[in-house]
Antibody, heavy 119, light 110 residues
Framework: QLQLEESGPGLVKPSETLTLTCNVS??????????WGWIRQPPGKVLEWIGT???????YYNPSLRSRVTISVDTSRNSFSLKLRSVTAADTAMYYC???????????WGQGTLLTVSP | QSALTQPASLSGSPGQSITISCTGT?????????VSWYQQHPGKAPKLIIF???KRPSGVSHRFSASKSGNTASLTISGLQIDDESHYYC??????????FGGGTQLTVL
């Protein structure tokens, strides 16, 4: 059974860079059938797609976040990561990693990691 | 890209059927049939319940079904059960490429 697990600092200061990692188990991140995505959800608000990566390193980003986001993949560790630069309070959210099947739908999700941006 | 439009809340009684709408534009929902639907219980990750417009993943109840007409996708839950009380989100490919979610619908089973 595929499992995804996010890890991250929990708390970052404004203007800093956030780095989150998603560890994938029960399947290979190098499976060419699948992409891997990040989605976030501010408290009490809606889901927002952040970006998606393929095992080759090809990426797709939400235009609203593209200038601050980098998503990368580490096939040796079977994981992928999200870097978000110059964070503000508006970036406070639950961050989920997910398998982006057929670049079409999100079929497996991690449990989420809460990121708070505060001085 | 704006979020897809869903009713903020709906309610129904056990055994009834309800339909949640998800309205987009000709650039997203209206352009293809790649809508997916997710159920999210409080404090939990979203769970995929419909993909590629009308398909159910293995293990999802047949009480969940979906359709599309023009720029609007719909999720129907028949034979409502208490456990169906949850948030429901639609999602669509919106070109670009990018993917956009709906604003979410809180379903209450009275």
């Amino acid at each position: 059974q595929l499992q995804l697990e996010e890890s991250g600092p929990g708390l970052v200061k404004p203007s800093e860079t956030l780095t989150l990692t998603c560890n994938v188990s029960g399947g290979s991140i190098s499976d060419s059938s699948f992409y891997w995505g990040w989605i976030r959800q501010p408290p009490g608000k809606v889901l927002e797609w952040i970006g998606t990566v393929f095992y080759t390193g090809s990426t797709y980003y939400n235009p609203s976040l593209r200038s601050r986001v980098t998503i990368s993949v580490d096939t040796s560790r079977n994981s992928f990561s999200l870097k978000l630069r110059s964070v503000t309070a508006a970036d406070t959210a639950m961050y989920y990693c997910s398998r982006h099947a057929r670049l079409n739908y999100f079929d497996y999700w991690g449990q989420g990691t809460l990121l708070t941006v505060s001085p | 890209q704006s979020a897809l439009t869903q009713p903020a809340s709906l309610s129904g009684s056990p055994g009834q059927s309800i339909t949640i709408s998800c309205t987009g534009t000709s650039s997203d929902i209206g352009n293809q049939n790649l809508v997916s639907w997710y159920q999210q219980h409080p404090g939990k990750a979203p769970k995929l319940i419909i993909f590629e417009g009308t398909k159910r993943p293995s293990g999802v109840s047949h009480r969940f079904s979906a359709s599309k007409s023009g720029n609007t996708a719909s999720l129907t839950i028949s034979g409502l059960q208490i456990d169906d009380e949850s948030h429901y989100y639609c999602c669509s490919y919106a070109g670009g490429p990018m993917w956009v979610f709906g604003g979410g619908t809180q379903l209450t089973v009275l």
